[in-house]
T-cell receptor
Framework: ELKVEQNPLFLSMQEGKNYTIYCNYS?????LYWYRQDPGKSLESLFV?????AVKQEGRLMASLDTKARLSTLHITAAVHDLSATYFC????????????FGAGTILRVKS | GAVVSQHPSRVICKSGTSVKIECRSL??????MFWYRQFPKQSLMLMAT?????????EQGVEKDKFLINHASLTLSTLTVTSAHPEDSSFYIC?????????????FGEGSWLTVV
């Protein structure tokens, strides 16, 4: 059974600080996704990581993928209040028909 | 602009009635769509895979007779919650797998809040 574990589940940080969210998965993955969800809203796609060593950056967020360790990270640089949201990683595996299995989510609160 | 459109965004229904949620792929044809459910403060759980022209594939523990899925065209899948009960109140989200040409990503609809009273 494919499992996706995220940590931490809750993160409270001051503006201007850096932090990393971790996503571990239990079996070989074809693709790894990061999504943002604001309260009451659907998911916003942040990154799609396709191969080992992939690194993508958008603004203050940077995602990386290590397929050998089955680990992805979402790094937040110099956090600002607008980044407050819930962040999900999800894994896509072809043998499961390209269904997504989600991590539990990380609630991020950036304090001014 | 939106790639996947869901309707309605919010619906309140009485216990015992049925409610239909639509998911439309706006930018490309989708032979496969996915339906997820999200309870408050929880993650998304896949309910079923909707296949155009054939029966949906349901995840373990999801009642196929209660959650009816119809994928009649390449751009529309519907989820009907039959004989709804308060415990069915949740956020229902559909998704569509994008083409390689648009980055391999998976697009989500805006979601539909269902409240059963």
């Amino acid at each position: 059974e494919l499992k996706v574990e995220q940590n931490p589940l809750f993160l409270s940080m001051q503006e201007g600080k850096n932090y990393t969210i971790y996503c571990n998965y239990s079996t070989t993955s074809d693709r790894l996704y990061w999504y943002r969800q604001d309260p009451g809203k659907s998911l916003e796609s942040l990154f799609v990581l396709l191969s080992n060593g992939a690194v993508k950056q958008e603004g203050r967020l940077m995602a990386s993928l290590d397929t050998k360790a089955r680990l992805s990270t979402l790094h937040i640089t110099a956090a600002v209040h607008d980044l407050s949201a819930t962040y999900f990683c999800a894994v896509d595996i072809m043998e499961y028909g390209n269904k997504l299995v989600f991590g539990a989510g990380t609630i991020l609160r950036v304090k001014s | 602009g939106a790639v996947v459109s869901q309707h309605p965004s919010r619906v309140i229904c009485k216990s015992g009635t049925s409610v239909k949620i639509e998911c439309r792929s706006l930018d490309f044809q989708a032979t496969t769509m996915f339906w997820y459910r999200q309870f408050p403060k929880q993650s998304l759980m896949l309910m079923a895979t909707s296949n155009e022209g054939s029966k949906a594939t349901y995840e373990q523990g999801v009642e196929k007779d209660k959650f009816l899925i119809n994928h009649a065209s390449l751009t529309l899948s519907t989820l009907t919650v039959t004989s709804a009960h308060p415990e069915d109140s949740s956020f229902y989200i559909c998704s569509v797998a994008g083409l390689k040409s648009v980055g391999n990503t998976i697009y989500f609809g805006e979601g539909s809040w269902l409240t059963v009273v």
